[in-house]
């Protein structure tokens, strides 16, 4: 009979040393029998068995000795190669964790460990839950990874979680791999979400990305996705913060497709700006799909819409466009007859400033086609090429109109 999990979970412990420990029916031992497969470097820093196995957990160390409200946890790593990890269900490991405080009162850093899962299928018993680092406390988790190559996760990733404190500089990769829930770059439901990425490589994630960053309380700025060839689906935030500002966060899709989903450079009821969203090589839209440079009911602003390369895949289409001042569109021919991009909403440009990047001479282009169209003061800017000056202005079809040419001042 086949164990919910077979091989066995490598785990760093101490100053990034390595325990090997065997998971046997879903329990991870760290004594007894299998005592054998346990071993300890000499300068493991006090570190206790105790501390970092629990049943339904695979855990890096949790605790060390000494004041409970300062503990910091750096360096740890966890290793999951093959196998089946079951989810939840009794006697079952449940959760893959790099480094976790769980002191509530804790005020400690939980950084710089890391969970690597390596092929597998992994919660056919349910769902399944990995984490970088945690704080149970008021701790802050930074710069903490996930790392999920080939095999399938039904689950939730996250880099770095915190319910109670801050979330930074963490890491979410996904290489050729399946995940079916979501997957979160940091979570700080406490203070801010900053600076966290997620980095999709092939594979298909089913659910939502909360962002680089998502912070309930705090801010979320500064967070980073970009998908390459790979599938997705539902909300994609760059960075979200209901209470907070979701601030010059950044989103790249190249080769992808894009289902039944609504992308949001930053989502906040306070302030998303200086966002940027990047579409290139062939993205594939399927049922509608909105493109939002930030939204929330707060200021929206110096939001940024760049396609680069881009060609439309397929016949899905853009449900709409709004929230971005800027738009560049890069790699574009002059008379191409095709639009760049096709909506089947309304593209809202108002008060806009486009740039055009031509391959070769510029002319007249279509970029947008779309039923409705608002541009009220959308300007496009001037296009240098050949020691000349082309003047564009926008018409009510969504082309780019050459308007005239004038030489260019040194």
Do not use: C
Request: zero cysteines.
């Amino acid at each position: 009979m086949k164990k919910p999990f077979s091989r066995k979970v490598s785990s760093g412990i101490g100053r990034g040393r390595e325990v090997v420990v065997a998971v046997l029916a879903g329990i991870a031992f760290a004594g007894g029998a299998l005592a054998r497969d346990i071993t300890l470097p000499a300068d493991a820093a006090g570190n206790t068995v105790d501390a970092f196995i629990r049943p339904g957990v695979v855990y890096a160390p949790l605790s060390t000795p000494g004041d409970p409200n300062s503990v910091s946890l750096r360096g740890n790593t966890v290793t999951v190669r093959d196998g089946d990890i079951a989810g939840e269900s009794a006697g079952s490991v449940t959760s893959v964790v790099g480094g976790v405080d769980k002191d509530l009162a804790g005020t400690g850093e939980v950084s710089g460990n890391a969970v690597n899962v390596v092929g597998g299928t992994h919660g056919r018993k349910g769902k399944v839950y990995l984490y970088g680092g945690i704080s149970r406390g008021n701790g802050s988790v930074v710069s903490n990874t996930v790392t999920v190559t080939d095999g399938s996760v039904n689950g939730t990733v996250f880099g770095g979680y915190s319910p109670r404190g801050s979330a930074s500089h963490n890491k979410v990769g996904i290489v050729r791999a399946t995940i079916s829930g979501a997957v979160y770059g940091g979570v700080g439901e406490g203070g801010d979400a900053d600076d966290n990425t997620i980095t999709v490589t092939g594979g298909s994630i089913g659910g939502m990305f909360y962002g680089g960053g998502y912070s309930p309380r705090g801010n979320a700025n500064g967070n980073t996705i970009t998908v390459t060839d790979a599938a997705i689906g539902r909300v994609v935030f760059g960075g979200y913060a209901p209470r907070g500002s979701a601030n010059n966060n950044a989103l790249s899709l190249k080769n992808a497709t894009v289902s039944d989903a609504v992308i949001i450079g930053g989502g906040s009821a306070i302030s998303a700006t200086g966002n940027t969203v990047t579409l290139s090589g062939q993205v594939r839209f399927t049922n509608e799909t909105g493109i939002l440079g930030g939204t929330g009911g707060g200021t929206v602003s110096g939001n940024t819409l760049t396609l680069d390369g881009f060609r439309q895949a397929g016949e899905g289409a853009v449900k709409g466009i709004r929230g971005f001042d800027k738009l560049t569109f890069a790699g574009i021919k002059a008379g191409q007859s095709v639009p760049v991009l096709t909506a089947t909403g309304t593209v809202d440009l108002a008060g806009s400033r486009t740039t055009l990047r031509f391959d070769g001479e510029p002319g007249n282009v279509r970029l947008i086609n779309a039923p409705k169209f608002i541009m009220s003061s959308a300007t496009i800017d001037d296009v240098l090429y050949d020691e000349s000056r082309y003047r564009f202005s926008w018409d009510a079809t969504g082309s780019a109109v050459l308007s005239g040419t004038s030489p260019v001042n040194r």
